[in-house]
């Protein structure tokens, strides 16, 4: 069994900073990426940043310069370090990590999200 736990979620004005944690633990023998997506209001879930195994980056095009993926492997954990927050970053956060268990199955898991508000 995995676990995703996030945390780090919060009320923050426009243009201050925020950072995100994640967790990931149980039956894990590898983790191939871990990434954020998030979801606002009526819109779809939307890729924010992943990094792979091997720290190539991805991020989503709003986000660039602004957002920074980070991982720490050996604690099975990733964070995103989040500037300059505009209203439109406003959403509930998801950790992602593709992985493959000790059993040997391999697929996505999610964390419970958490609630980024950006206001003043």
């Known amino acids: 069994q995995v676990q995703l736990v996030e945390s780090g979620g919060g009320l923050v004005q426009p243009g201050g900073p925020l950072i995100l944690s994640c967790a990931a633990s149980?039956?894990?023998?590898?983790?191939?990426?871990m990434g954020w997506y998030r979801q606002a209001p009526a819109n779809e879930r939307e890729l924010v940043a992943q990094?792979?195994?091997?720290?190539?980056?991805t991020y989503a095009d709003s986000v660039k310069g602004r957002f920074t993926i980070s991982r720490d492997k050996a604690k099975n954990m990733v964070y995103l370090q989040m500037n300059s927050l505009k209203p439109e970053d406003t959403a509930v956060y998801y950790c992602?990590?593709?992985?493959?268990?000790?059993?040997?199955?391999?697929?996505?898991?999610w964390g419970q999200g958490t609630q980024v508000t950006v206001s003043s």
């Open positions: 992602n990590a593709d992985l493959r268990t000790h059993l040997g199955s391999s697929r996505d898991y």
């Open positions: 149980g039956s894990i023998f590898s983790i191939y990426a």
């Open positions: 990094i792979t195994n091997g720290g190539t980056t």
